[in-house]
């Protein structure tokens, strides 16, 4: 019987806006696994990669893609595709919003290509927009939320259009051209079932593995509802924990076939299950399993006791989304925490010897320069060791995204726009836009000054750094590079 060859593809952004560390997507991974563990055959292709570099540069005014740069990637792109896409039958194309122009070009390419292979949207967007993405001329399939399943089902069934009737999580065209959205697919409860993210991508470059820093998820889902953020119309608002066990099975896995040392929690929310977390440190600590680790998480949610055991685990460095310094705007914004238990927060991270990272947004329909400087005096207050300040970006299924389209205040809907190099996408109250931009590139630099000072002057903070990536060669260069950098860049009173 003949069995449907599938391809996944990650479509190009962030090697164009270079507005993040590359990171491989995990998502896709995943989907790929759990096909392989069917018996498909399956590849991806990621066309986001470049080699890695901590050179990223602060993201200020410059709305522009480097076009030169986008014409060369793309041509690397089709030519690839051409023999990727030989007798595959299913193309899959993640897709969030901002790399949405992309995802539908790559479908061009592909129908171009190859004409009857059937295209299948996933990830964020398509979730929150299917009915929409289902327009779009290349796209025949968009599936809703977690894609494993779903995914199996389709691969199981295509060509046979009338079975899509059966598969929940999905939104395809009839034979008269209307839209038909099947029953929503219950969220996958044991994550333990799924088998570990594939890690294995081909890129325009050429086929690669693992890269130096292992992204991995302990969770799926968050229980809270920040205004700003879209991410429950995915993964949903019941948190599901994988067993301790089962993460540390993978990172024992990955250890020892990619040799790597170092990962990245990415989940929405790291910790809010103690048990889990605590098992975790404790299987690390006892099995001697060595790795420096990093997550992201919120206020609040890990306490000192927590913070010690993972330091000792091997935890270098904790993330928590702060978003604004000004109480006022926090409650606006549903964050649901205070300043207090930001502050306490973060002095129990440093006190632990853990590197703290802050996450803010500034540019909310009612930023002030008052509320700025809240989100000033609070940086200058937790001195975290990293800054994150991003403008504000209204993702469609965030509330913030649905008031602004009630109000008529969002300037387009133009998806290629809704990236992190343009967030002048809606009127806000009472500070243009120009003002905003300014604001965040003297408090950006007036952060990096301060942090560079702190990074030659404090050798505990030299050592630390140097401790952190001794088990890495390529990011003990890199670290080396950088702290190079940062050196010319302060004596030069440049940022
Ligand atoms: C790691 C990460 C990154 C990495 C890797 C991105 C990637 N391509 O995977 C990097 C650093 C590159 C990145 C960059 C950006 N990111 Co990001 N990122 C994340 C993060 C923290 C984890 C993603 C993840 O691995 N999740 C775990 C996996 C298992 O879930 P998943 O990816 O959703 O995949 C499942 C389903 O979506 C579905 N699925 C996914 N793809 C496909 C494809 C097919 C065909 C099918 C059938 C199903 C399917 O099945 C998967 C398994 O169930 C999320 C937040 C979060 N916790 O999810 C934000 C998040 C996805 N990022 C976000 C944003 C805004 C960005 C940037 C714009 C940031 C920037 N400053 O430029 C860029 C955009 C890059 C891009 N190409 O989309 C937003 C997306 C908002 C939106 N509406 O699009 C999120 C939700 C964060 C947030 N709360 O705002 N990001
Ligand atoms: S921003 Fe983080 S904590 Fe808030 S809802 Fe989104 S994932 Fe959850």
């Known amino acids: 019987m003949h069995k449907n060859k599938i391809l996944l593809v990650n479509p190009p952004y962030v090697v164009f806006t270079r507005t993040a560390e590359p990171c491989l997507p995990l998502g896709l991974g995943y989907v790929s696994s759990f096909l392989e563990s069917y018996g498909f055959d399956v590849s991806i292709f990621n066309a986001d990669w470049m080699p890695y ?24 792109i089709k030519n690839c595709m051409v023999k990727l896409l030989e007798n595959v039958d299913i193309l899959g194309i993640a897709v969030s919003t901002p790399s949405y122009g992309s995802a539908l070009k790559i479908a061009k390419i592909a129908k171009d290509i190859n004409p009857n292979v059937v295209i299948v949207a996933g990830g964020i967007h398509p979730s929150i927009m299917p009915g929409k993405t289902l327009k779009e001329d290349n796209i025949d399939i968009v599936v809703i939320g977690e894609g494993e399943h779903t995914m199996l089902d389709l691969a199981n069934n295509l060509p046979n259009k009338k079975s899509l009737y059966n598969i929940p999580g999905i939104c395809f065209r009839d034979e008269q051209g209307e839209a038909i959205f099947t029953k929503r697919r219950d969220f996958i409860e044991n994550l333990d079932l799924l088998p570990s993210s594939n890690r294995k991508f081909i890129s325009s470059e050429g086929r690669y593995d693992m890269m130096k820093i292992a992204p991995i998820i302990a969770s799926r889902g968050c229980c809270f509802k920040c205004s700003f953020c879209s991410r429950h119309a995915v993964m949903g608002t019941n948190v599901r924990y994988r067993s301790a066990d089962n993460i540390a099975e993978e990172i024992v896995y990955l250890k020892r076939k990619y040799r790597i040392n170092r990962f990245d929690f990415k989940d929405d929310t790291f910790g809010v299950n103690n048990l889990q977390v605590n098992r975790l440190c404790d299987i690390l600590l006892s099995k001697g399993i060595n790795i420096s680790w990093g997550c992201q998480t919120r206020a609040g949610i890990l306490d000192f006791r927590m913070l010690r055991l993972m330091r000792r685990a091997g935890c270098f460095g904790v993330s928590i989304g702060v978003e604004s310094g000004n109480p006022d705007m926090l409650k606006k914004i549903k964050k649901n925490i205070s300043i207090d238990r930001v502050v306490n927060s973060a002095a129990d991270i440093k006190r632990a010897g853990i590197k703290l990272g802050c996450n803010f947004i500034i540019g909310y329909r009612e930023e002030t320069e008052k509320t700025l400087q809240d989100t000033e005096k609070l940086i200058n ?31 387009t809907y133009d998806w290629t726009l809704y990236n992190a190099k343009n967030p002048d996408l809606f009127v806000r109250d009472n500070m243009p836009y120009d003002k905003l931009v300014m604001h965040r590139e003297r408090i950006l630099k007036n952060f990096l000054i301060k942090m560079r000072l702190k990074k030659f002057t404090n050798i505990k903070y030299i050592i630390n750094d140097l401790w952190i990536n001794r088990k890495c060669p390529v990011l003990f260069v890199e670290m080396l590079k950088q702290f190079v950098y940062d050196i010319f860049k302060y004596l030069s009173h440049s940022y």
């Open 53 to 76: 570099t901590i050179f990223t540069k602060p993201i200020v005014s410059n709305k522009s893609y480097d076009y030169k740069q986008k014409e060369n990637h793309w041509l690397k």
């Open 381 to 411: 207050k937790i001195k975290p060791d990293g800054i994150n300040l991003s403008l504000l970006i209204p993702y469609p299924g965030s509330e913030i995204f649905d008031k602004l389209s009630e109000e008529n205040r969002l300037k």
